[in-house]
């Protein structure tokens, strides 16, 4: 069974960093593209970042590129989210996703991040 | 990398059909077969329920179906249960590994 656990959120003040990990098992996490979505509160779902199986191919939505960092360790299963110079809109429900033909077919519970002073 | 425009809400009585929208741009929806849609309910993970505009998962009964006709994707929803009723967002592949997600719409089964 294909399980994505990710933890790492938090409140922190504008300005602020955190990272947020996504643990996964119950397949070959080598092998696909990984991405985060958010959710603020009360709304819809937001694509934030993608890398693939291939680390060289990594995208992010517009408005956290420069402040936020994906990347995996494919030996620990992991994918992460480096997020910096976190503002109020940043605030939201992050879930990891695994990716396959072009959607995103598995999801975790998500881990809530709070951006407030 | 504008949010693809679904409408908010919708709402259909049960064994009744009702279709969803999806507009984005040649961009996005228009420019690739990579239209998927997901269902989300109160408190719950999204789940995906249709992906490259047409095809199901496993396990995603047939009363879920995707189409699309130039810019615009849709997704029907045939014989409503009281289950189905959740949010839908839609979601399009946008180019160079970039997605974009609607902004939801609530299906309210009457």
């Known amino acids: 069974e294909v399980q994505l656990v990710e933890s790492g959120g938090g409140l922190v003040q504008p300005g602020g960093s955190l990272r947020l990990s996504c643990a996964a098992s119950?397949?070959?996490?080598?092998?696909?593209?990984m991405n985060w979505v958010r959710q603020a509160p009360g709304k819809g779902l937001e694509w934030v970042a993608y890398?693939?199986?291939?680390?060289?191919?990594?995208d992010y939505r517009d408005s956290v590129k420069g402040r936020f960092t994906v990347s995996r360790d494919n030996a620990r299963n992991s994918l992460y989210l480096q997020m910096n110079n976190l503002r109020d809109e940043d605030t939201a429900l992050y879930y990891c996703?695994?990716?396959?033909?072009?959607?995103?077919?598995?999801w975790g519970q998500g881990t809530r991040v709070t951006v407030s002073s | 990398q504008s949010a693809l425009t679904q409408p908010p809400s919708a709402s259909e009585s049960a064994g009744q059909s009702v279709t969803i929208s999806c507009t984005g741009t040649s961009s996005d929806v228009g420019g690739y077969n990579f239209v998927s849609w997901y269902q989300q309910h109160p408190g719950k993970t999204p789940k995906l329920i249709i992906y490259e505009v047409t095809k199901r998962p496993s396990g995603v009964p047939d009363r879920f179906s995707g189409s699309k006709s130039g810019n615009t994707a849709s997704l029907t929803v045939s014989g409503l249960q009281a289950e189905d009723e959740a949010d839908y967002y839609c979601?399009?592949?946008?180019?160079?590994?970039?997605?974009?997600f609607g902004g939801g719409t609530k299906l309210t089964v009457l």
């Open positions: 979601n399009s592949y946008a180019g160079a590994r970039t997605w974009v």
């Open positions: 996703a695994r990716g396959t033909n072009w959607a995103f077919d598995s």
């Open positions: 890398i693939g199986f291939v680390t060289s191919f990594i």
């Open positions: 119950g397949f070959s996490f080598r092998n696909y593209s």
